[in-house]
């Protein structure tokens, strides 16, 4: 069971600070401009939450939307089941979707379908074969032709899950 995160400070930012952080989400959406777009307008308001274990998170008009892991920017489950998925992905086998929905790290067998714009290092998420819906958000460890020639060997870590405590406490979001 994951441990109960608490909100230590919040406030929403100001427009010098919002430019900044617009700046470094804009770079997940590289190629995809209309989806930021939709994602944030001129009157979106940041909101800049930290929790403790020094986690931080941003709500995108009270929607929680992405979470700093690190100098990494992940998207935030609770954003991505409720919005089309504009970030790069992979498609999972059915028997791999129970492991990977809890936080198990992805399996080169387990892919059916690799994105080909994927390079080492990205933010990847994991969605099921046959709707489409995201499993979990992970980590690339390999470009995709690398993935594509392995046959197995964990190809991408899982850094965000629905047996996380980020998830847990997005639920409860308000």
Not at 15 to 28: A, E, H, N, V
Not at 55 to 69: E, R, S
Not at 84 to 104: C, H, T
Request: glycine share 6%.
């Amino acid at each position: 069971m994951p441990k109960d995160l608490t909100i230590r400070q919040r406030h929403f930012l100001k427009s010098k600070d919002k430019k900044i952080i617009i700046g470094q989400f804009k770079l997940l959406f590289l190629g995809k401009e209309e989806e930021f777009a939709k994602l944030i307008t001129p009157k979106s308001r940041i909101e800049w939450i930290k929790l403790d274990q020094n986690q931080v998170l941003y709500a995108i008009d009270n929607v929680l939307t992405f979470w700093m892991k690190g100098d990494k920017i992940i998207p935030l489950l609770s954003y991505l089941m409720k919005h089309p998925n504009p970030f790069k992905f992979v498609k999972v086998d059915q028997g791999a979707i129970k492991f990977v929905s809890k936080g198990a790290n992805v399996m080169r067998p387990g892919i059916i379908f690799i994105d080909s714009t994927i390079k080492k290092g990205d933010v990847v998420t994991i969605l099921d074969p046959q709707h489409g819906r995201v499993l979990s958000v992970g980590e690339a460890l390999y470009d995709a032709e690398k993935m594509e020639s392995l046959s197995d060997g964990k190809v991408i870590k899982c850094v965000h899950s629905l047996t996380d405590n980020i998830w847990a406490f997005s639920k409860n979001f308000d």
